[in-house]
């Protein structure tokens, strides 16, 4: 968003904590001071816990009338309480980006019962007194209407930038083919319970069982102790030689992996849009994506995906059907890329965005004071 919005010609100041995960905070040097065209300025966490970085609310307080819209990105943040209370008595148009935390997953995972007091007390008067609540698909917008909370919302895609090279995909392929498997199932995505890599493990297995063709890769970072199990997970299922563990991928090592894969599949339980599939959608591949990625439907519906229900005999049975059927899995990858290409472009979304910011600054200056 930084950078679309920047090439765009809109001054964008970033300000968030030092966070860097539970117990850790960014160091000086990683603290850019500008980056992707945006200012950045960063504020000390002192705990864990809600992410308190007390030097957020005089600052954004001093501040807050100097900038036209103020977007707030995620929920159940102290950065974010902060800033919907000064922005409402600033009189400063803002949106919030719930970031999924109000899908039926988000709601029901981890310290429910705090997160649906924090929702009635906190966070739900900061979405109603919200401009506009931004969601990325409408099944997150669905979800989070469906919980009784009052707010003015709609949905803009995020924009994902093309991370594939065509020069590098013969490379890729040949890497591939030369070493083991013909065809090459590919999950790309963070390491999470709500990814369900077990249920994909577990429809690997039932497909491998039939074929020996095929392998799956697993490209991205997580708790060391949770990939442990889901390792120990694939030695039961007798899979483990056909499972390959990359680790966290970025740059070309990531625009290698795309393209050496022949089919994308995202398990998740919930994804409120999904980073992940519009990569591969970018890069031409097909897709077979759960009906909890946000983006799931829309592809679907414009034949750019297979959607399939996260349980493992329905995600074995669209792997085998698209690993069956070449010519399925072409038509498919070319949709992919030209409805990723049209509706989730970086220029897109910089555009809608800053349609939207007009719409609320107009508003702001109509109202009364």
Known sequence: MERALAAAGVNVTTATTDDDGPGRRLSRQEQAAEANGAKRIYFRKCVDFYKI??????WLWRNAQSFDVIHIHAIFSFASIVAGAIARLRRI???VRPLGALSVYGVTQRRPWLKRISLRLIEGPILHGAAYVHCTSQLELDEAQALGLSFNGGV??????RSFDGRAAQRAKRAVSDGGPRLTL????RIDRKKNIEGLLDAFASVARQRQDVMLRIAGGGPAEYVKTLKARAAALSIERRVEWLGHVEGDAKAAVLAAADLF????YSENFGIAAVEAMLAGLPCILADGVGIANEAGAAGACHVTAPEPHALAEAIAQLLDDEAARERIGRRAAAFAQQEFSTEVMAQRLI???ASLVQ???ERPA
């Open 355 to 357: 349609a939207l910011y």
């Open 265 to 268: 599949v995202l398990p998740s």
């Open 93 to 95: 148009p803002y949106v």
């Open 53 to 58: 970085a007390p030097g957020f609310a005089p």
């Open 363 to 365: 508003s702001s200056r």
């Open 186 to 189: 590919l999950y790309l995505s």
């Open 156 to 161: 803009i895609p995020l924009g994902v930038e």
